[in-house]
């Protein structure tokens, strides 16, 4: 079966310092990957996909990157944290399939401070 | 434009009654549509999802939802609240970019259900 994991659980993070969250996928190859953002009050949203390695989205412009360097890994980044950063990041897959839905993982809670 | 509209931002109710959360969804083809739940500091588990097979959907603890068509809608009902309900519910639908083959979900805002003992 897929597992999906993000590390770490939890970050309290200086504004100003570098970010990088990490998500790996487990039981399947060639994954679509995806990173969300809650903000409070804000619903799900959309910040990158990447339908293979090397291939990265961007949905919203920011201050926040992604990098896909293997087929199962998506990592997320940021050179400078801001305030508005802050938020619960989750990072999921979806084999591609119409029909298909998109699991998810179990998210990183970031605070910048 | 929107996709899914979710009808109230918090839903209350009593332990044992009706849960209704509402979802609306605005597509030009037949829809794929879902229902997660998210527990407090939990990544999205999905409830059911309706990829135009029957109509009626049956879904993980107890919840069902009913596409309609006519009213491009997909509400979620449970016929007895219990407490470990309380979470939020996010509906949302997969859509595709123009020229685009990888859909994406678009999600409503959510549905924060409280259930009272």
């Known amino acids: 079966s897929q597992t999906i994991h993000q590390w770490p659980a939890t970050l309290v993070q200086p504004v100003g310092s570098p970010l990088s969250l990490e998500c790996t996928v487990e039981g399947t190859s060639n994954p679509n990957l995806y990173w969300y953002r809650q903000a409070a009050g804000r619903g799900l949203q959309l910040l990158f996909y990447s339908v293979g390695i090397g291939q990265i989205s961007s949905e919203v412009p920011q201050n926040l990157s992604a990098s896909r360097p293997q087929d199962r890994q998506f990592i997320l980044s940021s050179k400078k944290l801001l305030l508005s950063d802050s938020g619960f990041y989750l990072c999921a897959w979806f084999r591609g399939t119409s029909g298909d839905e998109q699991y998810f993982g179990p998210g990183t809670r970031l605070t910048v401070t | 434009a929107q996709s899914v509209t979710q009808l109230g931002s918090h839903v209350s109710v009593s332990e044992g009654a009706l849960v209704l959360l509402r979802c609306n969804y605005s597509?030009?083809?037949?829809?794929?549509l879902f229902w997660y739940v998210q527990y407090p500091n939990q990544g999205l588990q999905l409830l059911l999802k309706?990829?135009?097979?029957?109509?009626l959907v049956k879904g993980i603890n107890g919840f069902e939802a009913e596409f309609k068509k006519s009213e491009t809608s997909f509400h979620l009902t449970k016929p007895s609240a219990h407490m470990s309900d309380a979470a939020e519910y996010f509906c949302?639908?997969?859509?595709?970019?123009?020229?685009?083959?990888?859909?994406?979900?678009?999600f409503g805002r959510g549905t924060q259900l409280t259930v009272w003992p």
């Open positions: 597509s030009s083809v037949p829809p794929y």
């Open positions: 309706y990829t135009s097979a029957a109509t």
């Open positions: 949302a639908v997969r859509r595709y970019a123009r020229g685009s083959t990888l859909g994406r979900l678009y």
